[in-house]
């Protein structure tokens, strides 16, 4: 349960990012996943789908643009 | 700021965005653009390339101000949302030509995915051949998004890279206004480029300063709901998200709407505005246009707006479908009203090779 998975989404093209965090939800089920995101788009994508599926998301600004999630289930 | 940003992220952003699209692109034709062509990121950015000199259809020539105001409309609205991140590196070269032979298939077409929506809800069913093309192109993409592909991650970059393209898009509109005359002839008498046409599609136009003020609005609401005609078939198949979807339902139901409130809808296959009728041709140019656009992640409109907010691999992507137009009309692969170009179809499945061998053999490095 406490298993955290990183996931390192910057700089990838859509829909890179939300496929990379799908799969992570997916494979994990739950507990904690952290998603590193360097665009708005990405952050709102991961965002969408993470709370459609029922996840905690938190949202961290790393500076520079980048950001990390943290989804919790 | 937080409730405005808060409404383009949720559901309602796309669905704004498509609904004045769908509203102000028939508005562009009644003041004067071609028909069914409001908006047309790929036949506008043909027209900016003719008007260039890059090609010489002298029917097809003008600094279209709609896609001029896309690129500095998203560039407002990233700087305000603080989301203007020049960045580069993902593939730059692969994506020019990825730029190049999504332009191809599109003008054997004859429309980006923008227009072949807004070909449809203007009743040219030329068009339904073209979006199921589209829809291919999209899911054989999908496909080598499954297995991995990848074109590299992208990396920030100084800023001014990020503001070279917005810079580009001020010279155009310059060339636009002044009308400068660069060429010279056998007598050394001025000619152009800059090239307007006297006839054809390209001397259709709304006014200018209309244009480009739509052209902003869009670009500045795009840029805030991430509206993509790709991402919305794309996403709906990888990731069963149907956020995009919507914004392209709303568009085309807008336009239906506004085209016969406008007394714009006329059904038929036959007599379209800048249109042909080759079933074939229309399936096979955008099958080659949706894969292209798939792998470089996201449709023409979207890369124009990416390119505002300082993504310089999606500005090759654009330099890259100027290169494109001046294959399509130089190379005789473009369609026009009478049918397909000579080369065509052969160039569509030149292009459908790369794109396959792309998509087969570009993987993300593990690093």
Known sequence: MNDVTIVDARGLSCPAPAVAAKKAMKTQGSGRIEVLVDSGTAQDNVTRLA???GWKV???????????????? | MTGLKGFFSSRWGPIATGVVVGVLA?????LGNPGNMGICAACFTRDIAGALGLHRAGVVQYIRPEIIGFVL??????????????RTGSSPFIRFFLGMFAMIGALVFLGCPWRAYLRLSGGDWNAIPGIAGLVVGVLIGVVFLKMGFS??????APKALG?????????FLAFLIFAPQFGRDAEGAATGPIFFSAKGPGAMYAPLLFSLAVGLLIGILAQRSRFCTIGAIRDLAILRDAYLFWGVVALIVAAAITNLALGQFKPGFADQPVAHTNTLWNFGGMVLAGLAFTLAGGCPGRQLFLSGEGDADAAVFVLGMLGGAFVAHTYSTASSPAGVGAFGPIMVVVGLVFCLVVGLTMRERRT
């Open chain 1, 51 to 53: 709370e459609g599926a």
């Open chain 2, 151 to 156: 074109l590299g991650r992208n990396r920030p």
């Open chain 2, 26 to 30: 028939p508005i562009l034709v009644k």
């Open chain 2, 73 to 86: 409309g998203a560039l407002v609205a990233s700087l305000a949302a603080r989301e203007f991140r020049p």
């Open chain 2, 163 to 171: 503001w070279a393209m917005p810079l580009l898009m001020v010279v």
């Open chain 1, 58 to 73: 938190t949202a961290e600004d790393l500076g520079g643009g980048g950001c990390k999630l943290t989804l919790e289930k």
